[in-house]
């Protein structure tokens, strides 16, 4: 219900500027550069709407989960990889420090390439100039202090940005929730994470120390439960 009716305020938003410019362009009234500029605004409310459309896509697919033993180290680099270009333009470091004993991971591999994405990107785009981003793999048994049953890997993934705010934690993982501007979150993004750390039968947690950035932990469990 909460997903539908953010979705019905996500796409009215963007809906009726493209209708109004539209009319706008359609009376014959405007003068060239004026219906030219009306015709931007109508292709850039477009985009957004994309954006979000591709993120629901993404939100939906979650169904099908296909898992197949990962390793994480290697979809880390893989994921960091990708993101270099995108941390460079922003003098954000990317960093990487994985335990070498750590096992292959039973995980549905393009969905935790999504997760591990998301995580990064969110710091990329919250660290200042000059930041950092960095992911830690490490392995927990059984019981070692995070009240998993089973043995689990731990990604953490720590910025050097501002943080998050206390009021914001307890939202954080809600569909639409975003301090973004408009067009540029929709606020899916941590809301798709939980989701699909769930359906791996793991946890997701953040915490925001003064001064400190945000650290979000992934735990997830080895093997499927069964
Ligand atoms: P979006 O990125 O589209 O806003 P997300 O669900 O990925 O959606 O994130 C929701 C909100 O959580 C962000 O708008 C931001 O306020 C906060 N957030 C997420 N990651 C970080 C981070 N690394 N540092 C600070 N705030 C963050």
Not at 88 to 100: F, I
Request: aromatic fraction near 4%; avoid cysteine.
């Amino acid at each position: 219900g909460r997903l539908a009716a953010g979705m019905a305020h996500e796409l009215g938003t963007p809906l009726n500027v493209v209708s109004g410019r539209a009319q706008m362009i359609a009376s014959g009234d405007l003068l060239p550069a004026e219906a030219a500029r009306n015709a931007t605004i109508i292709s850039e409310q477009a985009r957004r709407m994309t954006t979000l459309m591709r993120q629901l896509l993404d939100f939906a697919r979650r169904g099908s989960t296909r898992r197949e033993p990962t390793s994480l180290e290697h979809l880390v680099r893989g994921v960091l990889n990708l993101l270099a270009s995108s941390a460079a333009k922003k003098d954000v470091s990317l960093g990487m420090h994985a335990d070498p004993e750590l096992p292959q991971v039973a995980v549905d591999p393009a969905k935790m390439q999504q997760v591990v994405t998301n995580l990064i990107l969110n710091g990329i785009q919250a660290t200042p100039r000059g930041g950092r981003v960095d992911v830690e793999l490490s392995y927990l048994k059984a019981g070692e202090t995070n009240g998993m049953q089973n043995d689990t890997a731990k990604i953490v993934v720590q910025d050097t940005g501002p943080g998050i705010p206390p009021e914001n934690l307890d939202q954080l993982f809600e569909p639409f929730f975003t301090t973004k501007d408009v067009g540029e979150g929709t606020g899916l993004g941590l809301s798709i994470v939980y989701g699909i750390v769930e359906e791996h039968g793991g946890r997701i947690e953040v915490a925001s120390p003064p001064g400190e950035g945000a650290r979000f932990t992934l735990y997830l469990p080895f093997e499927a439960a069964q």
